[in-house]
């Protein structure tokens, strides 16, 4: 059997990873160079606290593998656990974290429902009086998209997975109302699966095979700042839900701080939208970093910055799924990408070898929840 992914981004490399332990032959199809799209971006975030019962188990899952990522793959990727600590203003938004913890808890999730003072603890600078509740997890962290990504990259080449970089696909063959493979800039590529890991170009490719899918890209922003004082590498990334701003420690004191912050979130060309950081958008978000913890304020330095793409859903849910006989989906993480890649290898790896997922739930993950009208939508998106 042999599968073409796709994209060359964490997830079609988790996937072809996981397709070549399974002895399938694979190809990877980037058209840039790997991780040139959302993971050379991503802030690296690998978090269990979700508000439905799937994303959770996705995260689950995944961070089975990224807790023995340096024994297997043999790279470190700098995984720290300081904690996830989200918060909330809004009454409606602190009513649904009591719900969400016992969810959590009930998937083996470390989570824990606490007060603003309480919250105060885990982030001391805290301006506990702004808030109404707070939810965390120890076991919440982060690491670095591009070591793990060399990571994937090395055991994929190892494990005999052929990478084509600078290789655009152009178009998804289609025989019978199935897919055989793919046309690219430099010749045909015959398949039995093809596998679409896109990322932001995910609905233009879906496109090729004569699928409508309800994946967006859309801007985000990171800041890389120096507080005053330092934010202490113990302390959880923060995410204020009712403002949209989040912070983490980096070393040495440097904080990053990101979250969309804006009225609007037009969709964007993935090979045409502006990269760097808008200084508007960077005065905003320390002032609402501000408004959340004492580590930000008007001496705050900002460093630098940069953006890059969410590829949205309407309920900011992936859909993963054979959309079409030899066509899997593994698009639309709305964020969540980088760390729910290990899960979703596996579930590629499930739909192409064994013709279903059953890993999770798949009903969340199909695309025809939209048409039904029964997606849930995730709430605790930043």
Known sequence: MHVVVVGGGIVGLASAHALATRDVEVTVCEQGSLGNGSTERSVGGIRSQFST??????????????????????????????????LAREESTAAGFEEQVAMQRGQGVESELLTPEEARERCPELHAGR????????????????????G?????REAGVEVRTKTAVTDVRLADGAAVGVETDGGRVDADFVVN????WAARVGAMAGLDLPV???RRQVLVTDPD??????????????????????????????????????????GAYTK???????TTAVERAAETA????????????????????????????????????????????FQHAPATGRLVAELVCDGAISLVDPVPLSSDRFDRGEGVVERNVA
């Open 276 to 282: 760097s950081m808008d200084l508007d958008w960077a």
């Open 53 to 86: 019962p799937v994303n959770v188990a996705l995260s689950r899952a995944s961070v089975e593998v990224w807790e023995r990522f340096e024994n297997e793959f043999g790279v470190d990727i700098a995984y720290r656990r300081p904690g996830y600590l989200f």
């Open 197 to 200: 890991a896109a990322g932001p």
């Open 131 to 150: 808030y109404r509740a707070a939810t965390y997890c120890p076991t919440d962290g982060f690491a670095d998209p591009h070591l793990a990504l060399q």
């Open 229 to 270: 004082p330092p934010v202490p590498e113990s302390v959880p990334l923060t995410v204020d839900l009712d403002s949209g701003v989040y912070f983490r420690p980096e070393r040495e004191g440097s904080a990053l701080v990101g979250g969309h912050l804006e009225d609007s979130d037009d969709e964007q060309d993935p």
């Open 216 to 218: 967006s890209p859309r």
């Open 294 to 337: 004492g580590y930000f304020g008007p001496d705050t330095e900002l460093k630098r910055g940069w953006a890059g793409l969410y590829a949205v859903t309407p309920d900011h849910h992936p859909v993963v799924e054979e959309s079409l006989p030899g066509f899997v989906n593994a698009v639309g993480f709305s964020g969540h990408g």
């Open 152 to 156: 994937y990259a090395d055991a994929c």
